[in-house]
């Protein structure tokens, strides 16, 4: 099974920014999609950006499009999200997720990209990124 780790979270003020990591091991991490995800407690994990198994492509949820930036070294078996201009509203905890090709279990999530539908079911442990004054 492929073991994601993220790395980079924090506590930051508004207009500040962080960079997220998640690094890949235990699989082939140069033929995987990779997604970024947060959740707020109480509420449904929701989809923030992912990348193509080679970089050459990217989408981006409506609310972080123009302040985030994903981005992948596959030498380097590791992905980062870059966030910029952070709001208080961006606090949650970050997931990475990576497609597994299935057999799916009941914490897949599927997600509506450019690309059409994606199938997410390698996560992580996630990492908490607090924005406030």
């Known amino acids: 099974q492929v073991q994601l780790v993220e790395s980079g979270g924090g506590s930051v003020l508004p207009g500040d920014s962080l960079t997220l990591s998640c690094e890949a091991s235990?699989?082939?991490?140069?033929?995987?999609?990779i997604a970024w995800f947060r959740q707020v407690s109480g509420k449904d994990r929701e989809f923030v950006a992912a990348?193509?198994?080679?970089?050459?492509?990217?989408d981006y949820a409506n609310s972080v499009k123009g302040r985030f930036t994903i981005s992948r070294d596959n030498a380097k078996n590791t992905v980062w999200l870059q966030l910029n201009s952070l709001k208080p509203e961006d606090t949650a905890v970050y997931y990475c997720?990576?497609?597994?090709?299935?057999?799916?279990?009941?914490?897949?999530?599927?997600?509506?990209?450019?690309?059409?539908?994606?199938?997410?079911?390698?996560w992580g442990q996630g990492t908490q990124v607090t924005v406030s004054s």
């Open positions: 235990g699989g082939t991490f140069s033929s995987r999609g």
């Open positions: 990348i193509t198994w080679n970089g050459g492509s990217v």
């Open positions: 997720a990576a497609e597994s090709g299935g057999p799916y279990t009941p914490q897949a999530m599927g997600v509506q990209t450019k690309w059409g539908i994606r199938e997410y079911d390698y």
